[in-house]
């Protein structure tokens, strides 16, 4: 089982690695996305471009390869899917072709959320929505989503998924500890902003 939790992270790793943001906006045309606002590689840096459709198909993709990795993984043993989850989760926030430096992990994060227990995910996507429409703060919605969501699992689902996600949390927060500074200081831009 260790060779297989090994070949499910690796595999999730690199699955995760792949910077759809990157990849998407220069193909597009519009150079390299890390050039522009806060150089981060996913959705909500894709959308300071100031093209929806690109930050939706960021924020999708993102989803899916998190999704994609449990599913496959998955099928092999449940337990797989787990790991391979993480690994996907990993591979967004430390991409081995960025130099390790990728996104902040949201959308990663609920695509592996989504198969694992979609029910808290539409908890997530609530949250998320709500606090995003009250404050017009990304980050804020997130973070608050990141705290509801271990909560949740650990009413609705095992103990395991759980504590998978109180660990993806608390990285989450983590990669936002400059957009906490930024909230607390009254300076974070709100959704939408150029910067």
Same mark, same amino acid.
């Given at each position: 089982?260790?060779?297989?939790? #090994?070949?499910?992270?690796?595999?999730?790793? &690199?699955?995760?690695?792949?910077?759809? %943001? *990157?990849?998407?906006?220069? /193909?597009?045309?519009?150079?390299?996305?890390?050039?522009?606002?806060? %150089?981060?590689?996913? /959705?909500?840096? #894709?959308?300071?471009?100031?093209?929806?459709?690109?930050?939706?198909?960021? *924020?999708? *993709?993102?989803?899916?390869?998190?999704?994609?990795?449990?599913?496959?993984?998955?099928?092999?043993?449940?337990?797989?899917? &787990?790991?391979?989850?993480?690994?996907?989760?990993?591979?967004?926030?430390?991409?081995?072709?960025?130099?390790?430096?990728?996104?902040?992990?949201?959308?990663?994060?609920?695509?592996?959320?989504?198969?694992?227990?979609?029910? #808290?995910?539409?908890?997530?996507? &609530?949250?998320?929505?709500?606090?995003? *429409?009250?404050?017009?703060?990304?980050? &804020?919605?997130?973070?608050?989503?990141?705290?509801?969501?271990?909560?949740?699992?650990?009413?609705?689902?095992?103990?395991?998924?759980? %504590?998978?996600?109180?660990?993806?949390?608390?990285?989450?927060?983590?990669?936002?500890?400059?957009?906490?500074?930024?909230?607390?200081?009254?300076?974070?831009?709100?959704? %939408? /902003?150029?910067?």
């Amino acid at each position: 089982m260790a060779y297989g939790i #090994v070949l499910a992270l690796v595999f999730g790793y &690199l699955l995760g690695s792949i910077p759809f %943001g *990157l990849l998407i906006t220069r /193909a597009a045309g519009l150079g390299d996305v890390r050039n522009i606002g806060s %150089g981060n590689i996913g /959705a909500t840096n #894709v959308l300071r471009t100031g093209n929806k459709g690109l930050a939706a198909a960021t *924020l999708l *993709l993102d989803a899916l390869k998190g999704t994609a990795a449990v599913l496959i993984a998955g099928y092999f043993a449940p337990e797989l899917g &787990l790991w391979a989850g993480l690994g996907a989760f990993l591979g967004h926030l430390f991409p081995v072709w960025l130099g390790f430096k990728g996104g902040k992990g949201v959308a990663t994060y609920l695509g592996v959320l989504i198969a694992l227990a979609w029910q #808290v995910a539409l908890i997530f996507a &609530l949250v998320w929505l709500a606090m995003a *429409l009250l404050f017009r703060y990304s980050s &804020l919605a997130a973070l608050t989503a990141a705290i509801v969501v271990p909560i949740a699992l650990y009413v609705f689902s095992t103990p395991e998924i759980a %504590g998978l996600f109180a660990l993806m949390s608390l990285i989450v927060f983590v990669k936002h500890r400059a957009n906490i500074t930024r909230l607390l200081a009254g300076a974070e831009n709100k959704i %939408g /902003a150029k910067e």
